[in-house]
């Protein structure tokens, strides 16, 4: 079995290593192809990437490539986690957005705008060459904003999953609070991309006993603390937000102390840094501690397990993936991409059925909704007044004199990346 990580220079790749070898033995992977640009970086992670296979005794090929088409070619399952644009890019989604009043963070927001610009072109060119070689490939997106991108793959006809961490990370630390293993933990996951609630917290199964009540009246403080939000506001909602839902339940105390310490991008930059430092050394054979920091906490099992699965090598019968809605959330179009569990195989994910939803999230979720359609149309199609349509309809910006200074800013910090600007 062939797989591809596009972006495979990345500093996350270690995790995505990781995983694959201690599953060497229910889902084996004959050739692992990494593929980046930086060169300097690849064959950095790409060194130690070969030493974790060695030491986990895992006889799979790892190959680091430059060559997109040949690195693709033929691949049962291609991997995308690129950044257009890299830290530098991020850096500027976070910090232009302040000048404004608004949120700056890399995946929602004008800067989410910003990177969905940049990225889906780029993402959707990627795809094309995959179906050239391989029309039945999978591709796996991990790539941010991850319900915008996902759909742009769907709409254009791919066989394209979507992935995000914020599910397995409360999945783990909700298994953690009630002293069960992981895989245990079913939860009633609902809404998109970095916009999601925890409704229910089911003991063994989609059918089990909803444990939801028991976490919030014992760990409520914990939960909240790692949410940043009040535990009051937990009690009162009755469900456990991402902590994605911060930037809206508290945007303006979010944008004071983001005003007030370095951007995260800076942070992961350093942090990139001294960890290609020590891929560099060749005496290390696992990933560093550090890695753990850099964010994307248990997205290597995360990923593991949807490829898994996808390409009948075993994984958990039930994932939160992004999917097509298909009449899941009745209140959002049939085409729109939603985070939901789903039943996961061969065949694809089919989304679970999913409970009548709040009108206190269903009404944010069709707003974002609408917002990403119209984030997908400018990205298609560029142009300045769609991307101020987007960024008007976005529910943290909503003025159109902050959407009017916002497009500019935008379009005056990506225009290398905007074939239309």
Sequence with gaps: MKL???GGGSTYTPELIDGFARLRDTFPVSELVLIDPAADRLELVGGLARRIFARQGHDGKIVTTSDLDAGVADADAVLLQLRVG????????????????CVGQETTGAGGLAKALRTVPVVLDIAERVRRTNPEAWIIDFTN????????????????????????????????????????????????NHLTWETGVRLGGPEGEDLL????????????????????????????????????????????ELGTKP??????????????????DPALDTKPELLAERGGAFYSEAAVDLAA??????????????????????????????????AVGAHGPTPLPVPAVDPLYAGLIAHVTAYEDLALEAALRGGR????????????????????????KLIAHNQEHLAWA
């Design 4 to 6: 591809a990580v596009v």
């Design 86 to 101: 890299g830290q530098a890019a991020r850096q500027q989604d976070e910090t232009w957005p302040l000048e404004c009043g």
């Design 145 to 192: 904003p991850v319900g915008i991108v996902t759909r742009a793959l769907l709409q254009a006809g791919h066989k394209a999953v979507g992935l995000c961490n914020v599910a397995i990370g409360f999945q783990r630390r909700f298994a953690k609070f009630l002293d069960v293993a992981p895989y245990d933990i079913h939860l009633n996951h609902v809404g998109l």
């Design 213 to 256: 009540p028991r976490l919030l009246a014992e760990h409520g403080n914990a939960i909240a603390d790692e949410l940043s939000v009040p535990r009051q506001l937990l009690e009162r909602l009755g469900v456990v937000p991402s902590y994605y839902l911060r930037y809206f339940y508290a945007h303006d105390e979010v944008v004071r």
């Design 263 to 280: 951007s995260r991008a800076a942070e992961v930059a350093e942090m990139e840094r001294r960890l290609l430092e020590m891929y560099g």
């Design 309 to 342: 699965s996808l390409l009948g090598g075993g994984g958990s019968p039930y994932q939160v993936v992004n999917t097509v809605n298909k009449g899941t959330l009745p209140f959002l179009p049939d085409d729109a991409v939603i985070e939901v569990q789903a």
């Design 385 to 408: 007044d769609r991307v101020f349509r987007a960024l008007l309809s976005h529910p943290l910006i909503g003025q159109y004199a902050y959407a009017e200074a916002l497009t500019d």
